[in-house]
């Protein structure tokens, strides 16, 4: 079938990307599924600055190749072998499918699934298979195994989570990224307890996520930390207790100050060694530190050694938010319903796929949260 795709032929482009244009809506034939895939028609579709990192050239990916990963839509056809899903379902695109068979899978951690992690580095769904093709007859990669910004997408039924029919389109798109990374860090990596601190370095999409998780999670008190003062802003009305200025060369001092020594579980979600950095030392003796931002591959930290000892210290990554996603995301959805995670607060702009690179140039500079294509 044919269909409408962003696809990203060349890195690294000059911002605003307005006018660099790094991805192009290009009409593409998409193969019809294969034994365990599914055919969905995208009806909202999120942009992370996951996706800004293959852009940008942080994160090397093979081109060209159609993006987007975090998505929400609604069964279109099945594939062989798939039994457990029906036309018209609604399901969220979840960015690393898991086999259920290696290692990390058998121990009920599939963020780690080595099968789901080399498909992904391949740039083809978790079959081995590439489903996507130009005009010209070249064959297109695959974004982690979901290339969401288009109008349909053949996905592994491993990446594929049944989502709750009342639950509007543009809203599910947020719980396959930034809500199992946000949230899950929270309550899955670090398990907060009820009367911890916790600070959040980096108010994107999934840092505000994770200050919505820690007061679900019954913390005491959550910091925000952050270089926007819009998005602090933001984490304040979220229920965040405190706010600090990332920018500001005192405020590893003045959080230290206002928490008598530091907090108990800090994370950081802005994928930049400085906040990193700043989420290091602001985190108490004997805390946590825990990190889900991806920065670029050569990126290094000097580990204070005698400090991670002498201190007791902790220091965690976090993929996905360690979650498994059939598991959680279901249980995410029914805490937003109930009111505990108002994740739809997180939506700052609603956008047509056309005016997709104008979207990135806000992701670019801050100016957005969480940003939706919409399909009608």
């Known amino acids: 079938m044919k269909i409408r795709a962003a ?31 599914v055919l969905v028609r995208i009806r909202a ?22 993006l987007g990963h975090e998505a929400a839509g609604e069964v279109a056809e099945l594939g062989a072998g ?15 499918p898991s086999c259920g068979h290696c290692l990390p899978c058998c121990e009920g951690r599939p963020a780690l699934c080595e099968p789901g992690a080399q498909a992904n580095g391949n740039g083809t769904l978790l079959s081995g298979s590439r489903l996507l093709v130009s005009e ?36 599910a798109a947020l719980f396959g990224c930034a809500v199992l990374t946000g949230v899950g860090a929270v309550v899955n990596t670090a398990q907060v307890r009820a009367g911890q601190s916790v600070a959040v370095v980096g108010l994107g999409g ?37 706010t600090f200025d990332g920018g500001d060369p005192d405020c590893v001092e003045a959080v230290r100050a206002a928490t008598n020594g530091g907090v108990d579980q800090v994370f950081e979600f802005a994928g930049a060694i400085r906040a990193f950095e700043t989420a290091y030392r602001i985190t108490r003796r004997g805390g946590t530190t825990t990190t889900a931002g991806l ?3 050569a990126a290094q930290f000097g580990l204070p050694i005698v400090n991670l ?43 047509r796929l056309d005016d997709i690179n104008e979207g990135f140039d806000r992701l670019h500079t801050g100016e957005a949260v969480r940003q939706v294509i919409v399909f009608d």
């Open 7 to 37: 696809v990203l032929r060349q890195t690294g482009l000059p911002y605003p990307y307005k006018d660099s244009r790094p991805l192009i809506i290009e009409e593409l034939e998409l193969a019809p599924p294969g034994r365990d895939e």
């Open 45 to 66: 579709a999120g942009l992370c600055h996951s996706d800004l990192s293959v852009i940008n050239g942080d994160r090397p990916r093979p081109l060209p190749m159609a």
């Open 82 to 96: 798939v039994t457990d899903l029906h036309i018209g379902d609604h399901v969220a695109l979840v960015f690393v």
């Open 136 to 171: 010209h007859g070249e064959a297109v990669n695959h974004h982690l195994g979901c290339s969401a910004f288009a109008e349909y997408a053949v996905v592994s039924r491993r990446s594929l989570v049944k989502l709750d029919p009342a639950l509007p389109f543009d809203e």
């Open 206 to 242: 999934v840092g505000l996520a994770a200050v919505i998780g820690a007061l679900a999670a019954g913390a005491c008190e959550v910091i925000a930390i952050d270089l926007s003062a819009a998005k602090r802003e933001l984490a304040t009305k979220l229920g965040a207790t405190r």
């Open 295 to 297: 920065p670029p591959a």
């Open 309 to 351: 000892v002498a201190e007791e210290r902790t220091v965690k990554g976090s993929y996905i938010g360690t979650c498994v996603p059939a598991r959680d995301l279901p249980r995410y959805v029914s805490l937003y319903r109930g009111g505990r995670l108002p994740i739809n607060l997180l939506l700052s702009h609603r956008l």
